[in-house]
């Protein structure tokens, strides 16, 4: 029988970046944290993923194989480089991660969306683990996700496969959204929309900074608030009906929501749990909607996985690259 492999998983996010050695089972034998220094601009932050990964290659107990980048932004995996990015990280788009870490830690290199690579963590280790399609969705600061085939994300003609966020939402009528439009799920059902939600029901739109966030509505909730109790009900609700709809769509094996939402009470996952089979038709309403197991490392398991894909030729028809 043949050693099991490792590989380097790196997370490399707004605020902080993080890496993992691991197995291919899953399995996550070490890992390093540190602040993204965004700021600085993308030389700076690449600069501290390489050296997170190189010192845990150095320290690395056994040989390692390949490396996965799970990273912010939209990514073209085939190119391996960002193709465009959020004011989070200045200067970030247009970065060629791949050929750059390859050069620098002389190992294969793969790279793919931060939340995509979490979805095919939670996929293929955690929740989703022995099911052949799996759809994450991720509702925190965003709402986002990937449909996972065999193991693979989908990725789309353009790369942007996932946004869910950006789909239609009759509870987010009229709320401007973040890409221009109105209207969009991530305006009723993210963390962020939640806190909007409950200034806007008290009258206002805007509070001193650090007086309230979107743990604090809950935990209103919590004590009965009747106003923090609605807008939470409305934004599981939303997200609910959307996850029916896709799950019509797609019709996967299994839904794991994953995201900081996922770790809240049932005045969140009941409307959650009643929008989708208000919206799942008969034929799908037996889909399993389970929450994530990974956690903080799900990205860096997913990151790897893509990582020991890289080490095989065989095409995967879910994971097309972008159009040229």
């Not at 220094?37 to 010192?55: C, F, K, N």
């Not at 939402?261 to 034929?283: N, Y």
């Amino acid at each position: 029988m043949s050693e099991a492999r490792t590989a380097v998983g790196v997370d490399i996010g707004g605020t902080k970046t993080a890496v993992g050695l691991v197995r291919e089972d899953g399995t996550v034998l070490a890992r390093a944290e540190t602040r993204t220094p965004a700021a600085a601009g993308a030389d700076a932050v690449l600069a501290t993923a390489r050296e997170l990964a190189a010192q845990l290659i150095a320290d690395a107990d056994e040989k390692v194989h390949a490396v996965g980048v799970g990273a912010a932004g939209v990514i073209d995996p085939q190119q391996r480089l960002v193709l465009s990015a959020t004011d989070t990280l200045p200067g970030w788009a247009g970065t060629q991660i791949g050929e750059r870490l390859e050069d620098a830690l002389a190992l294969p290199v793969a790279v793919d969306n931060d939340v995509r690579a979490h979805a095919v963590g939670e996929a293929r280790c955690g929740a989703g683990r022995g099911r052949g399609s799996a759809l994450v969705i991720a509702a925190g600061t965003g709402v986002g996700g990937a449909l996972v085939l065999d193991g693979r994300p989908l990725i789309g003609a353009t790369g942007i496969a996932g946004h869910f966020g950006h789909i239609p939402s009759v509870e987010a009528e009229g709320l401007p959204c973040t890409c221009g439009r109105s209207g969009h799920l991530e305006m009723i059902a993210s963390g962020p929309a939640v806190l909007a939600a409950y200034l806007r029901a008290q009258g206002t739109s805007a509070i001193p900074a650090g007086d309230l966030d979107t743990r604090d509505v809950f935990a209103l909730a919590q004590h009965g608030d009747a106003v923090a109790r609605a807008v939470i009900a409305t934004a599981g609700r939303a997200l609910g009906r959307a996850v029916g709809g896709l799950v019509n769509a797609l019709d996967p094996e299994i839904v794991i929501i994953a995201g900081g939402l996922s770790h809240t009470s049932d005045l969140w996952w009941e409307p959650l749990r009643a929008g989708f089979r208000q919206e799942a038709i008969d034929l799908v309403s037996g889909c399993p909607l389970t929450r994530a197991e990974l956690g903080a490392d799900a990205a860096i398991v997913g990151a790897a996985m893509l990582a020991f894909d890289t080490l095989s030729t065989r095409p995967h028809p879910a994971s097309t690259g972008i159009r040229s």
